[in-house]
Antibody, heavy 122, light 108 residues
Framework: EVQLVESGGGLVQPGGSLRLSCAAS????????MTWVRQAPGKGLEWVSG????????YYADSVKGRFTISRDNSKNTLYLQMNSLRAEDTAIYYC???????????????WGQGTLVTVSS | EIVLTQSPGTLSLSPGERATLSCRAS???????LAWYQQKPGQAPRLLMY???SRATGIPDRFSGSGSGTDFTLTISRLEPEDFAVYYC?????????FGQGTKLEIK
């Protein structure tokens, strides 16, 4: 059974930092592109960042470029999102999601975690 | 960046009725790389459709997708009580891999 379990969320002050983790199991993690998607309270889904199977290619939404860094450790089956210079508008549930396949299918998502809440507030 | 606009924002229908949800892209979606997701309150999204018209594993055949280029449609032929949820389209052909703002399907 595929499982994605996010952790690391919490309350942080504006300008602060947080690192999210996503522990994966039930599939070959090193064969799957991975993505972070967020959802502000009561709002829609926003694609945040994606990473290739090797970690050699990374992609970011303009809203987080230069502040967030996605990475992965295939030996630990874990995906990360380092978030710096956090703003109130970064407040959201952050989901990690598994890519469906290869090529362009890396960037649609067949399994999702349950999310971790990040609140940016003073 | 491709902007996806979904309509209507809210759709009120009764079980057994047909639902038609629209997703319009600001520019052509490469090779119809368009997906649909369903999200229920307190849950993560679930993949329904990909490639505009292919059902994901385990999705019942009352769900169908169509369209190409900039205009796409998700149709639910006969609504079941469990289908009332929020639906999102997503394009995965061009980074950033954007989502639409969602259509809420509610019970009338």
């Amino acid at each position: 059974e595929v499982q994605l379990v996010e952790s690391g969320g919490g309350l942080v002050q504006p300008g602060g930092s947080l690192r999210l983790s996503c522990a994966a199991s039930g599939f070959t993690f090193s064969n799957s592109a991975m993505t972070w998607v967020r959802q502000a309270p009561g709002k829609g889904l926003e694609w945040v960042s994606g990473i290739s199977v090797s970690g050699g290619s990374t992609y970011y939404a303009d809203s987080v470029k230069g502040r967030f860094t996605i990475s992965r450790d295939n030996s630990k089956n874990t995906l990360y999102l380092q978030m710096n210079s956090l703003r109130a508008e970064d407040t959201a549930i952050y989901y990690c999601a598994k890519g469906y396949g290869s090529g362009f299918y890396r960037w649609l998502f067949d399994y999702w975690g349950q999310g971790t809440l990040v609140t940016v507030s003073s | 960046e491709i902007v996806l606009t979904q309509s209507p924002g809210t759709l009120s229908l009764s079980p057994g009725e047909r639902a038609t949800l629209s997703c319009r892209a600001s520019q052509s979606v490469s090779s119809n790389y368009l997906a649909w997701y369903q999200q229920k309150p307190g849950q993560a999204p679930r993949l329904l459709m990909y490639g505009a018209s292919s059902r994901a594993t385990g999705i019942p055949d009352r769900f169908s997708g169509s369209g190409s280029g900039t205009d796409f449609t998700l149709t639910i032929s006969r609504l079941e009580p469990e289908d009332f949820a929020v639906y999102y389209c997503q394009q995965y052909g061009n980074s950033p891999y954007s989502f639409g703002q969602g259509t809420k399907l509610e019970i009338k």
